[in-house]
């Protein structure tokens, strides 16, 4: 937000706006609440305003705090990272599998819900970057078609005239509604890269199951059934039959569990809620989960232990 940031940020803007499709596609009362809406959800501009503009290098040299760089896991390297085509392999609820469509290499990272929006054999463009955990995407990847991952692949400076033409329907799909290339929206959460929309959607379903039961209008409480239901194993039923003829397996015990795990409050509310006979079951959900879901779930197994 400071000022040397405006350029950029306008710069950012105006491209983000085209690649939609014009200032008619981006939803907003009036110009300003249209800025606030691209600046805060959508992907071409906060790809643009932190790596290709510079915005991420000129905070980490002009702006951060010592202390601050000191905490940040491997964060000088991120800037320098470019933009690539990958092709999702497989999923496991601690780690994804991506075939890189530039190298052809195997590149692994951790499962924090980049695949949950796409399915093995969907490709995405984002940033892949190191943490001291493994590589992850810097934030949650964009969908696109094949093409689109191709055409990045054999040209990293091309992204965004392939977002731009994979917004237009340019490239071919087998199907109507595979690949759909949507750039706004993005929750941009800190901690997990599920949307919004889909891990609020989960925990509704969840929420069917009688006893964990909570009034829609209460996140926390949603959050904490969906966690309660994958302890006890009632989870998986659930979205097997609320998704059929999709494998629901990584939804019942991967990022959607390690999303709500790391919402404000849950944790101190199922240290009141669970008794020492749920250690193990806590312990077993760690066991399958990324940091730190995973070390919530194991602390919480070792204080309900002390407890005992």
């Known amino acids: 937000m400071e000022p040397s940031n ?18 008619d ?3 907003g009362a009036d110009d300003f609440d249209r800025r606030v809406e691209v600046a805060d959800h959508d992907w071409v501009f906060r790809q643009l305003f932190l790596y290709e503009l510079g915005g991420l290098d000129h905070f980490l040299r002009r702006v951060a705090a010592p202390g601050l760089l000191a905490g940040a896991d491997r964060i000088d390297e991120w800037a320098a990272t470019p933009m690539g085509g990958y092709r999702l392999v497989e999923e496991t609820p601690r780690e994804l599998t991506w075939e890189d469509l530039g190298s052809g290499a195997e590149v692994r990272t951790i499962n924090l819900g980049a695949s949950t929006m796409t399915v093995p054999g969907g490709c995405v463009l984002g940033r892949v970057v190191p943490t001291d955990e493994g590589s992850m995407f810097e934030s949650a990847p964009l969908v696109v078609p094949e093409g689109a991952a191709l055409d990045v692949a054999r040209d990293r400076r091309s992204w965004v005239d392939a977002v731009e033409r994979a917004c237009r329907d340019e490239y071919p799909v087998e199907d109507d509604d595979d690949d759909l290339c949507i750039t706004g929206s993005f929750d941009f959460a800190m901690l997990t890269d599920v949307p919004g929309i889909t891990q609020h959607w989960l925990q509704h379903l969840a929420a069917e199951i009688p006893w964990t039961r909570h009034d829609e209008c209460d996140p926390l409480g949603l959050a904490l059934g969906f966690v309660r239901a994958a302890l006890d194993e009632t989870l998986q039923p659930v ?12 939804l019942a ?17 199922l240290l009141h809620e669970l008794t020492p006979a749920d250690a193990d079951a806590l312990r077993s959900l760690g066991a399958r989960l990324p940091r730190p879901a995973a070390d919530v779930c194991l602390g919480l197994a070792e204080m309900l232990r002390e407890a005992a």
């Open 6 to 23: 405006r350029d950029r940020s306008l710069r950012a803007y105006e491209t983000a706006v085209r690649v939609r499709g014009g200032p």
């Open 239 to 250: 979205l097997d039959n609320a998704m059929k003829g999709f494998d629901a397996t990584p």
């Open 25 to 27: 596609m981006v939803r």
């Open 253 to 269: 015990a991967g990022p959607p569990v390690s999303a709500a795990l790391v919402e404000p409050h849950v944790s101190e509310h």
